[in-house]
């Protein structure tokens, strides 16, 4: 197949590409990690559409040719309604409604289409520490003297040790891992979540702050805190004293990770768009860090290393 002869379309910070065909459907092609890209991003897609979820279906696999195509969705995401509509709190009431019924999935043991059995993965302690150290591996070597490094590193990773400790929701549910406006697709009058193959079973309150602290949109506070009001509402009883201790936890150690994220996209990939939206990563951190004494020593730590001058650095 020559996929000069389709249109490349904008993609996502993983290693697929897409491209849109003349029949209906969009061609994903991932040569790197392409199980993972590929064959288990289709059976998440097929878990959800199972339980009542909307997501792209598989028209037909080429798996020994690196790739798959899946019904076209068109171009029209929540991110970009969203920057249009005023009436901002209807849309994220259906979003809410939808991972209420994502978080209700029990499956765990997957097929994919080349018939190998996957496992949804447990998000562990382990797991989400080693995100949270991407902002240590990668954001913090390219900021701050290399004389300071190690001392940095040890710190806030004990900060994050202590924060994790902390977390209080035991039971795990289905979580997306990235759960944010841009990966979710308006089509034929109905929402579809795209991105979807690095699912997990974790803490309720994960995908909930993904929603709620995007770096991608700017939300007010007002908003932020009425999105999360409809969530205790669609989940009650819920202990909403630990559902917010747990959120704001996972919001500040998943901002930091996506700054390390993106430094490893500019540094590594070359894929230097994503630096702009890291001085906003950094406002919704202290946002959360500044109004919750449960993080007054990671705030410390940060204040040591990282200036506001720095912080809010407009990248090239």
């Known amino acids: 197949m020559n996929l000069n002869n389709y249109k490349l379309l904008s993609g996502d910070a ?3 590409k897409f491209y849109r065909s003349s029949q209906n459907s969009i061609i994903v092609y991932s040569k790197k990690n392409k199980y ?3 064959a ?18 598989l028209k037909k696999e080429f798996y020994n040719k690196n790739y798959i195509e899946i019904e076209d969705l068109g171009n029209q995401t929540i991110f970009k309604i969203l920057k249009k509509d005023k009436k901002k709190i209807k849309i994220y009431f259906n979003v809410i409604k939808i991972l209420r019924s994502i978080q209700k999935i029990k499956l765990k043991n997957l097929v994919t289409f080349n018939k190998n059995k996957y496992k949804i ?6 797991k989400l520490i080693n995100e949270a150290n991407l902002f240590l591996e990668w ?14 590193k040890k710190e806030i990773k004990n900060s994050f040790e202590n924060l994790f400790k902390k977390l209080k929701i035991k039971k795990k549910v289905f979580v997306h891992r990235d759960f944010h406006v841009s990966n979710m697709m308006y089509h034929k009058k109905k929402i579809y979540l795209i991105d979807t193959q690095d699912a997990v079973y974790g803490n309720i309150a994960y995908d909930l702050a993904s929603l709620i602290d995007d770096v991608r949109l700017k939300t007010s506070e007002e908003l932020k805190n009425k999105i999360f009001k409809k969530f205790v509402k669609l989940n009650s009883p819920i202990d909403q004293v630990k559902l917010k201790n747990d959120f704001e936890i996972l919001s500040v150690l998943r901002n930091l990770k996506i700054i390390g994220i993106f430094t490893r996209l500019a540094v590594r990939d070359k894929k230097t768009t994503y630096m702009k939206m890291i001085p906003y990563a950094w406002k919704i951190i202290e946002n959360r860090t500044s109004k919750n004494l449960i993080f007054k020593d990671l705030e410390l730590k940060l204040n040591k290393y990282f200036s506001k001058k720095l912080r809010f650095k407009k990248w090239k």
């Open 14 to 16: 993983s290693f697929r």
């Open 36 to 38: 993972l890209n590929l």
């Open 139 to 152: 954001y913090l070597p390219k900021v701050i003297k290399k004389s300071k490094i190690n001392n940095a």
């Open 121 to 126: 993965p447990q998000y562990t302690k382990n």
């Open 40 to 57: 288990i991003y289709d059976a998440i897609n097929s878990c959800l559409i199972k339980n009542g979820v909307k997501a792209p279906k």
